[in-house]
Each structure stands twice: as C-alpha cells, then as structure tokens.
C-alpha cells in the first residue's frame, strides 16, 4: 500500500535551517509529481512546494520563495524540503502528499517550531 513517511523536524531558531525528507513506498515514485503542505493551529492546510515526476519542474508558495527548496531523488524513492531562513511563522506540522489515480495520499506529518 502507498506510504509516505516524513522525517527531520524539530524545533529551531529563527534563521535557523531544516531538511525535511518524505520516503515513499508502495508505488512507482518517479512517474508521480509529489508536494508538501504545511498546517499551522487553527489555520487551514497550505501547499508549501510541488516537484513534477522528474524533478525538471518545482512550484512555491510566496510565503517561501526564496527560502524554501523542493527536490527529489526518485533512486531513493524520497523527496526534500530544504527550508533556510526559518520564521516563527513557518512553524507548523508538514505534510508529504502524492496524488496517485485522482486519490491524494497523505503522511503523517513532521513538527516544526521556529522559537528562540
């Protein structure tokens, strides 16, 4: 079954920098375009970053351009979120997404804190 693992949260100061990764299982990762979401308390959940399948083509929220950078290595089946210049207002859970067959399928998410 599809499963998409997100790792490498956890809480640093503003400025600071975090890699997250998602590691997906259970289907053929490199045919798919993959995503990460962010949702912060008491707000909605938002796209942070899109890759295509072959990593040629990258979209961004404003909030992060700039900032943030998506990137994939379909060998090992996981994608990336580089995030510099952290703010306490990126903090929030971030979700990995992939859209397989009209069906989204969702990690279980990672916590990141932005705090001095």
């Known amino acids: 079954q599809v499963q998409l693992v997100e790792s490498g949260g956890g809480l640093v100061q503003p400025g600071g920098t975090l890699r997250l990764s998602c590691t997906a299982s259970?289907?053929?990762?490199?045919?798919?375009?993959m995503s990460w979401y962010r949702q912060a308390p008491g707000k909605e959940r938002e796209l942070v970053a899109a890759?295509?399948?072959?990593?040629?083509?990258?979209d961004y929220a404003d909030s992060v351009k700039g900032r943030f950078s998506i990137s994939r290595d379909n060998a090992k089946s996981t994608v990336y979120l580089q995030m510099n210049s952290l703010k306490p207002e990126d903090a929030a859970v971030y979700y990995c997404?992939?859209?397989?067959?009209?069906?989204?399928?969702w990690g279980q998410g990672t916590q990141v804190t932005v705090s001095s």
């Open positions: 997404k992939a859209r397989i067959a009209g069906k989204d399928y």
């Open positions: 259970g289907f053929t990762v490199r045919r798919y375009a």
């Open positions: 890759i295509t399948a072959a990593g040629t083509g990258t």
